[in-house]
């Protein structure tokens, strides 16, 4: 995989609207304005792309714009990272702008940079795992640096702090908090805190004993889920397929997968579907292990938890659940391709690899 480089203090930095374009409506621009704080708060200088701030309705009507956007941020020498406004449902549509565009992968793989984003974001997580650039299932802008309380969340600032490093061994800690979805996101919810619980279960161990090293790939299970069966577009799997961002069974081997669930909070039937999906695929016959994301306001912990003691039995497969990423807040980082160790007795999850060079 191809390493981007750590950011400097100084740094330009893309805000790119690669799937939802909410991030250029004036009903979010109190949001706006705080991420561009925080962003200059940690030494960074945001600069937004040309169609970023079109709105919804232009965005989704454009999928060609969003691409271009993403394929400046990599022409531009000045930018030195990318972080993506939000997720949303059709990233997929990016990809025929993308991947028949040479001076776009040229531009991916000798001008590397790093990526961050999270959810439908998968599919551009995926795009870029095929044209082996290291990217990042982490911290978006609306999210998480446009968080409403008077700070952002202290886990996630701690989590931003790991991409200006190259260190290696970096631990991957539970959160001593964890935080419901807000239900407020005006103006007037500015400078309130987020409802906070104590996380009571830590990370939890699904037949899993010793220590396992292997290699990150995966995302939100939804979004993969979407590509193998277009339960969502009925042409997303022929366009992901076609242009092969969806790995083939032999490439998820000896991997460590992960996945998470998004905001809509499958029902624990949903969530069996889905994984029985990555079953029929056959991945569950090949990786080594499993890390699981808490859910999104702890909702179906316990029946997610059974499922996955379902499939940990199947397959023989350890499992690490209830890890800080994907769509529940605190978020830590995933990186892609990254060689990771689980201590299953400790319960320890470490990046052994450089995350950046």
């Known amino acids: 995989m191809i390493k981007p480089k750590k950011l400097e203090q100084g740094d330009q930095v893309a805000i790119v609207s690669l799937s939802s374009g909410i991030l250029g409506e004036s009903s979010v621009f109190h949001q706006r304005q705080l991420g561009d704080q925080r962003l200059r708060e940690l030494g960074l200088e945001p600069v937004y792309m040309k169609n970023t701030l079109k709105g919804v309705s232009y965005l989704s ?42 001076d776009f992968i040229d531009a991916v793989q000798k001008n590397p940079k790093l990526f961050s984003g999270f959810s439908d974001t998968t599919i551009n997580h995926l795009m870029f795992y095929k044209l082996k650039l290291q990217t990042f299932y982490g911290p978006n802008f609306l999210n998480d640096l446009a968080e409403l309380d008077k700070t952002m969340i202290p886990y996630t600032s701690a989590t931003l702090q790991n991409y200006f490093k190259n260190e290696k061994n970096i631990e991957i800690k539970s959160s001593k908090l964890w935080y419901e979805e807000r239900i407020d996101f005006s103006k007037k919810a500015l400078k309130t805190p987020r409802m906070s619980h104590i996380e009571e279960k830590g990370f939890e161990v699904l037949n899993g004993y010793g220590s396992i090293t292997g290699k990150l790939l995966g995302g939100c299970l939804d979004s993969l889920n979407d590509i193998l069966t277009s339960s969502r577009y ?44 990555l079953a029929k695929y056959g991945i569950f016959d090949v990786v080594k292990a499993i890390i699981v994301g808490k859910p999104q306001d702890n909702v179906y912990y316990a029946e997610y938890k059974m ?18 990423f994907g769509h529940a ?6 990186p892609y391709g990254c060689e990771v160790k689980i201590d299953f007795d400790n319960k320890n999850l470490t990046v052994t690899d450089n995350m950046l060079v």
């Not at 990599?74 to 990016?94: E, P, S």
């Not at 022929?238 to 909070?265: A, Q």
């Not at 807040?329 to 995933?334: D, K, Q």
């Open 329 to 334: 807040y605190p978020r830590t980082i995933i």
């Open 307 to 324: 499922e996955l003691l379902t499939i940990s039995r199947n397959y023989d497969i350890p499992i690490l659940l209830n890890i800080n």
């Open 234 to 277: 009925p042409d997303e799997r022929d366009i992901c397929f076609k242009y092969g961002i969806f790995p083939e069974v032999s490439e998820w081997k000896s991997k460590i997968l992960f996945i998470e669930t998004c905001e809509l909070k499958p029902s624990p039937a949903e969530f069996a579907e889905m994984l029985n999906n």
């Open 61 to 102: 009507e454009h999928p060609e714009a969003r691409a271009a956007d993403l394929k400046e941020a990599f022409l531009n020498d000045d930018i030195h990272g990318i972080f993506c406004a939000i997720g949303g449902d059709d990233t997929y549509r990016l990809l025929p702008y993308l991947l028949e565009d040479s």
